[in-house]
């Protein structure tokens, strides 16, 4: 089993920038890919950005080149840094965790508001 606890999010401004942070615990060793989606009301859960183990990231086009998605493989943790902030941003952020087994597993979801 692995825990997922999100800390970060909040208020934001328009072209500011919030700092997400996603701490597994657990068995850690058991985790191949994180990443983090994110949820905003009316609409469905959706894909922001993943890293592999090695480092490969993917993004989705609505965020690239403003958020970037990092991993501390000896922590295990993972960091998403959203820049240039727009309020279409605006959501309930998840980290999720999937196992080399093929479980995923959910953090409880952290707030982000992009208003002026």
């Known amino acids: 089993q692995v825990q997922l606890v999100e800390s970060g999010g909040g208020l934001g401004q328009p072209g500011g920038s919030l700092r997400l942070s996603c701490a597994p615990s657990?068995?850690?060793?058991?985790?191949?890919?994180m990443g983090w989606y994110r949820q905003a009301p009316g609409k469905q859960r959706e894909l922001v950005a993943t890293?592999?183990?090695?480092?490969?990231?993917n993004y989705a086009d609505s965020v690239k080149g403003r958020f970037t998605i990092s991993r501390d493989n000896a922590k295990n943790t993972v960091s998403l840094q959203m820049n240039s902030l727009k309020p279409e941003d605006t959501a309930v952020y998840y980290c999720?965790?999937?196992?080399?087994?093929?479980?995923?597993?959910w953090g409880q979801g952290t707030q982000v508001t992009v208003s002026s």
């Open positions: 890293i592999t183990g090695n480092g490969l990231t």
């Open positions: 657990g068995n850690i060793f058991s985790i191949n890919v």
């Open positions: 999720k965790a999937l196992a080399y087994r093929g479980n995923s597993y």
